[in-house]
């Protein structure tokens, strides 16, 4: 069973991370906060699809659902 500070672990070694928070407690469904310079210039689509390749196979096996919010740094110190 997945725990949320596992999969906070899974995305930021593979995404760099200013802030993330994954929350969740049946070891298949999840939220997130993530925010990212790597999302910089990128669609809410293409954000999603970066955290999906920083999971890789996770997604397909271990994780059910996935709700995230996704952040730019600036997008995040704006946010009130």
Not at 41 to 50: A, N, P, R, T
Not at 62 to 72: D, R, V
Request: proline fraction near 1%; charge should be negative.
């Amino acid at each position: 069973m997945l725990s949320a500070q596992q999969l906070e672990n899974y995305i930021t070694q593979h995404l760099s991370c200013e802030h993330i928070k994954v929350l969740g407690d049946d070891g298949t469904h999840f939220e997130a906060v993530i925010v990212s310079a790597a999302f910089i210039g990128k669609s809410m689509v293409q954000q999603h699809q970066l955290v999906y390749s920083a999971l890789g196979d996770r997604m397909r096996s271990e994780i059910h659902a996935l709700s995230m919010k996704t952040y730019t740094p600036e997008q995040w110190n704006n946010k009130s």
